[in-house]
């Protein structure tokens, strides 16, 4: 079982900055990939950014060049640095970690970005 709790969250105005983070707890070294997700009001669940244990990185083309995910292996934490706001990125934000058999989620993070 693995535990993730998301936090930083918030109203931005457009141009603007956050950075969430997701922390984990339970057994985390069996975590192959953290991923970030968003959801939009009435929009399925999309993929943002991935990071796996050998550092790789991926990001959703919306993103890419104005998102930055990132790990933390000592304080069992995953980051998403975010640029460059844009209104059509406001979502609820999840954090995800993936085993070999299970995905777990958070509770996820609210970003509001107003224009």
């Known amino acids: 079982q693995v535990q993730l709790v998301e936090s930083g969250g918030g109203l931005v105005q457009a141009g603007g900055s956050l950075r969430l983070s997701c922390a984990a707890s339970?057994?985390?070294?069996?975590?192959?990939?953290w991923g970030w997700y968003r959801q939009a009001p009435g929009k399925q669940r999309d993929s943002v950014a991935f990071?796996?244990?050998?550092?790789?990185?991926n990001y959703a083309d919306s993103v890419k060049g104005r998102f930055t995910i990132s790990r933390d292996n000592a304080k069992n934490t995953v980051y998403l640095q975010m640029n460059s706001l844009k209104p059509e990125d406001t979502a609820v934000y999840y954090c995800?970690?993936?085993?070999?058999?299970?995905?777990?989620w958070g509770q996820g993070t609210q970003v509001t970005v107003s224009s």
């Open positions: 990071i796996s244990n050998s550092v790789n990185t």
């Open positions: 995800s970690a993936r085993t070999g058999p299970s995905n777990y």
């Open positions: 339970g057994s985390t070294y069996n975590v192959k990939v």
